[in-house]
Each structure stands twice: as C-alpha cells, then as structure tokens.
C-alpha cells in the first residue's frame, strides 16, 4: 500500500473488515489514519509528528550553531592574518633599516 503516492499522508482511515483486527489494536472508531506508509493511529501518528518536529528543530539548532561558529573561526582566522602581516612588515621595515 505505500506505493499508493495519491492518498496524502494524515487521512482517516475507516476500518470494516470484522474478520481482521485492524492494526496496532485501535478501535474502529475513526481513529485510524494512513501516514504515507502505512494505517497508523492516530496517537502513533502525532507522536510521528512531533518527533519529526523535534528533529527538525535540532537539525536547525545545529545548522544555526555551525554557521555562528564558522563566522566566529572566520573573524578570528582575519583578526589573527592583519596582526601576522602588521608584525610582518613591521619586522620587516626594522630589518631594512638595519642594513
């Protein structure tokens, strides 16, 4: 049934069938939906939705930490490069003076 790509992910599913319980032991009251893969209830499917969220918001923490840590690297990485060329030619104008 998950190859099904026309019915969207989050439709209730009702369940007739009297000889087949219906899956993870939900009752036939219409809490039964389809989440793209397979009939679900409807509590393992906000529990699907919010650790979806919940990774995605970790996956953005970690994506917003990164880029502020390569910026910080990057600001340091030029601060550390002008004081290096500034003793440079610093050295540099002493040593041509000295000769």
Do not use: C, F
């Amino acid at each position: 049934m998950s190859d099904i790509k026309i019915i969207p992910a989050g439709t209730k599913v009702t369940w007739r069938a009297e000889l087949v319980p219906p899956p993870h032991g939900a009752q036939p009251t219409g809490e039964l939906l389809w989440d793209g893969n397979d009939i679900i209830t409807r509590r393992m499917y906000n529990e699907s939705l919010i650790t979806q969220m919940i990774e995605k918001s970790k996956s953005e923490r970690a994506a917003r930490i990164t880029k502020v840590l390569l910026v910080n690297a990057i600001a340091i990485g030029i601060i550390v490069a002008i004081i290096s060329l500034r003793y440079y030619l610093r050295l540099k104008k002493q040593n041509s003076t000295d000769d």
